[in-house]
């Protein structure tokens, strides 16, 4: 069972930096490259959205367009890890962050992903 564990949240000021981890583990028999990972964002009140997701094998990323510019997904595959440098903080921004993978995981939405970490608390504010 693959399993997926967030880090890296906090409070920021606005315009400000944080990088998310997500660490992977449980593969039995594939690897990290095999598998479509996403970061997802639930603010209150909202419903969870793609924030950027990287596709398995050819490394292929996708942003929302809230975030382009901004904020940039990476994978190590050495390290079963991927990463989500967040710069230019924004208050609307805050949100828990979750990441997420799927074996093929095509248009970065919530409904495609079937193995989820715990989420990560990021919170912009003054």
């Known amino acids: 069972q693959l399993q997926l564990v967030e880090s890296g949240g906090g409070l920021v000021q606005p315009g400000g930096s944080l990088r998310l981890s997500c660490a992977a583990s449980g593969f039995t028999g594939l690897t990290l490259d095999n598998y479509a990972i996403g970061w997802f964002r639930q603010a209150p009140g909202k419903e969870r959205e793609g924030v950027s997701c990287?596709?398995?094998?050819?490394?292929?990323?996708y942003y929302a367009d809230s975030v382009k510019g901004r904020f940039t997904i990476s994978r190590d595959n050495a390290k079963n890890t991927v990463y989500l440098q967040m710069n230019s903080l924004k208050p609307e921004d805050t949100a828990v962050y979750y990441c997420?993978?799927?074996?093929?995981?095509?248009?970065?939405?919530?409904?495609?992903?079937?193995?989820w970490g715990q989420g990560t608390q990021v919170t912009v504010s003054s």
């Open positions: 990287i596709s398995n094998n050819d490394g292929n990323t």
């Open positions: 997420a993978a799927d074996r093929i995981g095509v248009y970065c939405s919530v409904g495609e992903y079937d193995y």
